[in-house]
């Protein structure tokens, strides 16, 4: 029985280690190498991603978008973007999977022991929605620069991290820096993380239930991180699909010719169909690597410190 000190049902005493300050401490650090390491590393594939969006017709495919940009601006294009990259997904994944804990854990004991057990899928979306609305704020001015700097045609914006701030700030008026983006990326992030929380802790669920059918805890690490990194990737399939949109119209709006436009404006001249399908493909193969990779790293951290894998029956 998961219990305090006063006796109380208390679901921060239900997992195989008490979700303590030390513990969510230890969480938000492994989200910040859960994110930053992963969006960083796949830095080219997401430069591809952005220009298919934001110029079809000139860039159509992953691969020969790679070999363009490379043959235009060198091996060095294809990582533009990579500072703010780094540090925007870092502090991102620290409050996305710090807070998730928390919130996960403050919804739980709100509702109750029953009513948390028997509706655990909604804790799942309520705390994961939570968490990334916060974890948004703390993204923004990076992912407007990283959008800048890998949409701008070459030689028109600084690539340098440290300068790209610098012109977004002085041009403020215009990109709208540093919050301009704000409402579209938590309408591209938080149902992406609903989605990738909910169906990573459901598909973990249907391993611990129908495939790995003995206790969680009677597996070895290899095998409970396997299950990890499998989940992780068909939930960042599902992400993909569902946030693709929003994240063409983050996109969007760090287009030159797309200045001063609204959202409405900018999705109703795109169409639906293209900002649902225009680069879809590459951000379904970055978005499920990506994903796996991370609950991989996120899950690695929390076991080298005796927290346990996430998720289970």
Same mark, same amino acid.
């Given at each position: 029985m998961a219990v305090n000190l006063s006796g109380k049902w208390d679901a921060r005493f239900a997992g195989p280690v008490p979700h303590d300050a030390n513990y969510y401490a230890k969480c938000m650090l492994g989200g910040v190498l859960a994110c930053g390491l992963t969006h960083a590393g796949i830095? $080219?594939? /997401? *430069?591809?991603k952005c220009n298919m969006q934001v110029n079809p017709v000139k860039y159509n495919g992953?691969?020969?978008?790679?070999? @363009? #940009?490379?043959?235009?601006?060198? &091996?060095?294009?294809l990582w533009k973007g990579f500072g703010p990259t780094l540090v925007g997904y870092s502090? &991102? %994944?620290?409050? !996305? +999977?710090? #807070? +998730?804990?928390?919130? !996960? /854990? +403050?919804y739980s004991n709100l509702a109750g022991e029953e009513i948390a057990t028997k509706y655990k899928p909604a804790i799942w979306l309520a705390g994961s929605a939570s968490a990334e609305v916060f974890a948004d704020i703390a993204l923004c001015p990076f992912e407007m620069t990283k959008v800048k700097i890998q949409t701008s045609p070459n030689g028109t914006f600084p690539t340098a991290f440290g300068a790209a701030l610098r012109q977004m =700030?002085?041009? !403020?008026?215009? @990109?709208?820096? $540093?919050?301009?983006s704000l409402v579209p990326l938590w309408s591209r992030q938080i149902p992406y993380t609903m989605a990738k929380f909910f169906f990573f802790e459901k598909i973990v669920q249907l391993f611990y239930t129908h495939v790995f059918t003995a206790p969680k805890e009677s597996y070895s690490k290899g095998t409970q991180l396997g299950v990890t990194f499998a989940s992780g990737y068909l939930a960042g399939v599902v992400c993909?699909? *569902? =946030?693709? $949109?929003? /994240?063409?119209?983050? =996109?969007?709006?760090? !287009?030159?010719?797309?200045? %001063?436009?609204?959202?409405g404006t900018i999705a109703s001249e795109t169409g639906l169909v293209s900002l649902a399908t225009k680069g879809l493909g590459t951000r379904v193969i970055m978005i499920g690597t990506l994903t796996g990779f991370q609950w991989?790293? +996120?899950?690695?951290f929390k076991s080298a410190f %005796?927290? %346990? @894998?996430?998720?289970?029956?």
């Open positions: 830095t $080219p594939l /997401d *430069v591809a992953l691969m020969p978008t790679l070999r @363009t #940009l490379a043959a235009e601006e060198g &091996q060095r294009g502090l &991102q %994944g620290m409050f !996305k +999977y710090g #807070l +998730y804990e928390i919130f !996960k /854990d +403050y =700030s002085a041009t !403020k008026a215009e @990109t709208r820096y $540093p919050f301009g993909a699909i *569902v =946030s693709h $949109p929003a /994240d063409s119209l983050v =996109s969007l709006l760090g !287009k030159a010719e797309n200045k %001063g436009k609204s959202i991989w790293i +996120y899950d690695t %005796g927290l %346990g @894998t996430t998720g289970g029956k």
